[in-house]
């Protein structure tokens, strides 16, 4: 008997091993008590790493190994959820507000600083680690910080880079009549800062670009009516931070050309497979994201596939958009490991697209990456030199960037500055989708370049203005006018928002300065007050086409309309409700009377149709960083440091 058991157990063991395994699907919408749908909940299948967020409209899709296995829904400032799935494949979930108190936690940071005892946020309920922050620590430019993904695994952000920001301050208009910046399409701060406050903590001050967060959102901007690329529109109000002052609104809507009648495409995606892609939030989530794309191609649109990591290669060449399959076969067969030699990867890139140049068409590398380069052409000013010399063939570039922990956006803010292009970071599929699928042609096509505005104010309507956002887009004056002088591009059905915050003439500021007066220039206080009595200021616009070399100049004076904030657009009041929102995540010297209070009430009022439900998201961000601000630890005095902790080592970057 033993005997014939000892036979028939390994028969049995590779039954059992290749047994059919009962896995289900499970989709749903999760929403608040309101019936408000939630997006980025957290859907974890309970006892594994696997778990999936959901998308803007609430709604989800996993797939798990057991019927009977148990999901967990979780977010931040709701109470979690365990539900037992029970064969169900459809499960909708309502999550109610938490009861938030303030406990006392222990953060310790990597850096070179004791242990501290701050103040945290606890949910009762809550099975997350608690976040927090170690102010004054300055590792890789940045404060350090510290955060869990939703397997609650440990994320060291130490390592990701970002630039400091110095803030755009007020001038005196009699000192500087004009301002002058380009134009700046890009949105990554915003899913960024979106993928911080989602892990349960504040963003770093330099990831906050307040022009990003801006131009996220989509403005009801009429399309223009002429031949020119694009339709100029301005509104004026008072400030919502400080009822002194005025906010000025100037708008760009640029002209949307149907997919159908774009120009032929030549896209040569460059795709980081070093070892630091591996994790799931980025390669995989590459991988996913060119599916899409793929989809929205046409016969006449080609598309390579060049990757890096210990070297560059080419694992696709041209390949017609009618050619799915052949596409997607190889996009699956894309793995992670190995070193970034990404300079050698950007050369081939561009060298591939040179060689299959459309002309008059759209040709265009897309660098798919976490941004962290350190083969090869590794220092910020030699890839900015590349990317510079290449740009002048006429192929531009787009920086998606992915993934948390060594994420360098500093360095792939500069990649697309100098490479005539834009960059987005994908936080998520639904991202991908906005990027990718819904903004398809103002990604990808460019319809206008080297944008420039000058605003000259006119000093007896306005003594004081601020540009809110756009520090590393400024120009000087005499740039406006040179056309060897690179700027933004505006792509196909693209909008872009620019904020003054003025001070009118007659009110008292501590913001203006004062400085002597000048001895050898004339006497600007003599100005006449009927000159242009009626114009506050006036805008002028600089472009080139896509292939020119030559600006056309547009000038637009804009009337001081005094219009109350209730009676503005959406546009005027969602756009001032987001800035505001990046004033107080920046926690900027003007804010003002600036409060998330205000900033909810603005943006709900002004949230308008909002099919995607990107405005409703909005607005549930701003709600869980007036939780996590209320959490933050005050400033602290020397005694508050316990001394006898030990010293923890910098983490460095590789």
Same mark, same amino acid.
């Given at each position: 008997m033993k005997r014939v058991l000892l036979l028939i157990m390994p028969v049995i063991l590779i039954f059992l091993a290749f047994?059919?395994?009962?896995?289900?699907?499970?989709?749903?919408?999760?929403?608040?008590?309101?019936?408000?749908?939630?997006?980025?909940?957290?859907?974890k299948y309970k006892g594994t790493t696997q778990g999936v967020f959901t998308d803007v409209a609430g709604k989800y899709s996993i797939t798990i190994s057991s019927s009977t296995g148990t999901l967990i829904f979780s977010s931040l400032g709701y109470e979690t959820i365990e539900q037992k799935v029970k064969g169900k494949s459809v499960i909708d979930i309502v999550l109610k507000a938490a009861n938030v108190k303030m406990e006392e936690v222990v953060v310790t940071a990597m850096a070179q600083q004791k242990s501290i005892k701050v103040r945290g946020m606890a949910s009762m309920r809550s099975p997350s680690p608690l976040y927090g922050t170690v102010s004054g620590v300055q590792v890789n430019r940045e404060e350090a910080y510290y955060g869990y993904t939703t397997d609650e695994t440990k994320v060291d952000f130490n390592r990701e880079g970002y630039d400091k920001i110095i803030e755009n301050r007020f001038l005196k208009v009699i000192d500087n009549p004009l301002s002058?910046?380009?134009?700046?399409?890009?949105?990554?701060?915003?899913?960024?800062?979106?993928?911080?406050?989602?892990?349960?903590?504040?963003?770093?001050?330099?990831?906050?670009?307040?022009?990003?967060?801006v131009n996220y959102f989509k403005y009801e901007y009429p399309q223009p009516k002429k031949n020119d690329p694009f339709s100029i529109n301005t509104e004026i109000s008072e400030a919502p931070w400080n009822k002194e002052h005025k906010l000025v609104l100037i708008g760009l809507q640029g002209k949307k050309i149907p997919t159908e009648n774009l120009p032929a495409s030549n896209l040569v995606f460059l795709i980081d497979v070093s070892g630091s892609m591996q994790d799931a939030n980025k390669l995989p989530l590459v991988k996913a994201s060119m599916k899409?794309?793929?989809?929205?191609?046409?016969?006449? /649109?080609? +598309? &390579?596939?060049?990757?890096?990591?210990?070297?560059?290669?080419?694992?696709?060449?041209?390949?017609?958009? #009618?050619?799915?399959i052949k596409i997607k076969d190889a996009i699956d067969k894309l793995e992670a490991g190995g070193s970034t030699a990404g300079g050698a990867g950007i050369k081939l890139a561009y060298k591939t697209a040179k060689e299959n140049f459309v002309s008059n068409g759209n040709n265009r590398v897309i660098l798919c990456t976490d941004g962290d380069f350190n083969v090869g052409e590794s220092s910020d000013d030699a890839m900015e030199r590349l990317i510079e010399n290449e740009r002048k063939s006429g192929v531009f570039l787009t920086v998606l960037g992915y993934g948390m922990g060594n994420y360098q956006d500093a360095k792939m803010q500069k990649l697309a500055d100098k490479g005539n292009g834009?960059?987005?970071?994908? /936080?998520? +599929? &639904?991202?991908?989708?906005?990027?990718?699928?819904?903004?398809?042609?103002?990604?990808?096509?460019?319809? #206008?370049?080297?944008?420039?505005?000058?605003?000259?104010?006119?000093?007896?309507?306005?003594?004081?203005?601020?540009?809110?956002?756009?520090?590393?887009?400024?120009?000087?004056?005499?740039?406006?006018n040179d056309d060897k002088k690179d700027a933004g591009e505006l792509g196909s059905g693209h909008t872009v928002t620019a904020i003054y915050e003025v001070i009118p003439v007659g009110v008292k500021s501590s913001f203006l300065q004062k400085v002597d007066d000048l001895k050898y220039q004339q006497n600007v206080k003599s100005l006449s007050k009927t000159l242009h009595s009626d114009e506050l200021l006036t805008v002028k616009f600089r472009y080139k086409a896509p292939d020119g070399d030559v600006s056309k100049l547009i000038e637009h004076p804009v009337m001081d309309n005094k219009i109350p904030l209730a009676k503005t657009t959406d546009n005027f009041r969602f756009a001032a409700a987001v800035a505001q929102f990046g004033l107080l995540l920046r926690d900027s010297e003007f804010k003002s009377d600036a409060s998330y209070e205000d900033v909810v009430v603005l943006?709900?009022?002004?949230?308008?149709?909002?099919?995607?439900?990107?405005?409703?998201?909005?607005?549930?961000?701003?709600?869980?960083?007036?939780?996590?601000?209320?959490?933050?630890?005050?400033?602290?005095?020397?005694?508050?440091?316990?001394?006898?902790?030990?010293?923890?080592?910098?983490?460095?970057?590789?």
């Amino acid at each position: 008997m033993k005997r014939v058991l000892l036979l028939i157990m390994p028969v049995i063991l590779i039954f059992l091993a290749f047994r059919p395994v009962n896995s289900l699907t499970v989709s749903g919408t999760v929403t608040d008590d309101k019936g408000n749908p939630l997006s980025s909940v957290s859907v974890k299948y309970k006892g594994t790493t696997q778990g999936v967020f959901t998308d803007v409209a609430g709604k989800y899709s996993i797939t798990i190994s057991s019927s009977t296995g148990t999901l967990i829904f979780s977010s931040l400032g709701y109470e979690t959820i365990e539900q037992k799935v029970k064969g169900k494949s459809v499960i909708d979930i309502v999550l109610k507000a938490a009861n938030v108190k303030m406990e006392e936690v222990v953060v310790t940071a990597m850096a070179q600083q004791k242990s501290i005892k701050v103040r945290g946020m606890a949910s009762m309920r809550s099975p997350s680690p608690l976040y927090g922050t170690v102010s004054g620590v300055q590792v890789n430019r940045e404060e350090a910080y510290y955060g869990y993904t939703t397997d609650e695994t440990k994320v060291d952000f130490n390592r990701e880079g970002y630039d400091k920001i110095i803030e755009n301050r007020f001038l005196k208009v009699i000192d500087n009549p004009l301002s002058t910046f380009s134009i700046d399409v890009d949105a990554a701060s915003y899913s960024n800062i979106r993928r911080f406050l989602n892990q349960g903590q504040l963003p770093p001050t330099g990831a906050v670009r307040i022009e990003e967060m801006v131009n996220y959102f989509k403005y009801e901007y009429p399309q223009p009516k002429k031949n020119d690329p694009f339709s100029i529109n301005t509104e004026i109000s008072e400030a919502p931070w400080n009822k002194e002052h005025k906010l000025v609104l100037i708008g760009l809507q640029g002209k949307k050309i149907p997919t159908e009648n774009l120009p032929a495409s030549n896209l040569v995606f460059l795709i980081d497979v070093s070892g630091s892609m591996q994790d799931a939030n980025k390669l995989p989530l590459v991988k996913a994201s060119m599916k899409m794309l793929v989809e929205q191609l046409r016969e006449q /649109d080609k +598309i &390579s596939i060049v990757v890096y990591a210990g070297a560059a290669g080419i694992v696709l060449k041209p390949t017609s958009g #009618a050619d799915k399959i052949k596409i997607k076969d190889a996009i699956d067969k894309l793995e992670a490991g190995g070193s970034t030699a990404g300079g050698a990867g950007i050369k081939l890139a561009y060298k591939t697209a040179k060689e299959n140049f459309v002309s008059n068409g759209n040709n265009r590398v897309i660098l798919c990456t976490d941004g962290d380069f350190n083969v090869g052409e590794s220092s910020d000013d030699a890839m900015e030199r590349l990317i510079e010399n290449e740009r002048k063939s006429g192929v531009f570039l787009t920086v998606l960037g992915y993934g948390m922990g060594n994420y360098q956006d500093a360095k792939m803010q500069k990649l697309a500055d100098k490479g005539n292009g834009n960059h987005a970071y994908i /936080d998520g +599929i &639904s991202e991908a989708k906005k990027v990718l699928v819904n903004e398809f042609g103002g990604t990808l096509f460019t319809i #206008a370049k080297d944008v420039k505005l000058q605003i000259e104010f006119n000093p007896s309507k306005v003594q004081g203005y601020r540009l809110i956002g756009y520090e590393n887009r400024m120009l000087a004056k005499e740039d406006f006018n040179d056309d060897k002088k690179d700027a933004g591009e505006l792509g196909s059905g693209h909008t872009v928002t620019a904020i003054y915050e003025v001070i009118p003439v007659g009110v008292k500021s501590s913001f203006l300065q004062k400085v002597d007066d000048l001895k050898y220039q004339q006497n600007v206080k003599s100005l006449s007050k009927t000159l242009h009595s009626d114009e506050l200021l006036t805008v002028k616009f600089r472009y080139k086409a896509p292939d020119g070399d030559v600006s056309k100049l547009i000038e637009h004076p804009v009337m001081d309309n005094k219009i109350p904030l209730a009676k503005t657009t959406d546009n005027f009041r969602f756009a001032a409700a987001v800035a505001q929102f990046g004033l107080l995540l920046r926690d900027s010297e003007f804010k003002s009377d600036a409060s998330y209070e205000d900033v909810v009430v603005l943006a709900r009022k002004a949230r308008g149709v909002d099919e995607e439900g990107y405005r409703s998201e909005f607005i549930r961000l701003v709600e869980s960083a007036q939780l996590l601000a209320k959490a933050k630890p005050a400033p602290r005095n020397k005694e508050d440091v316990d001394e006898s902790e030990e010293t923890m080592p910098v983490s460095k970057n590789k």
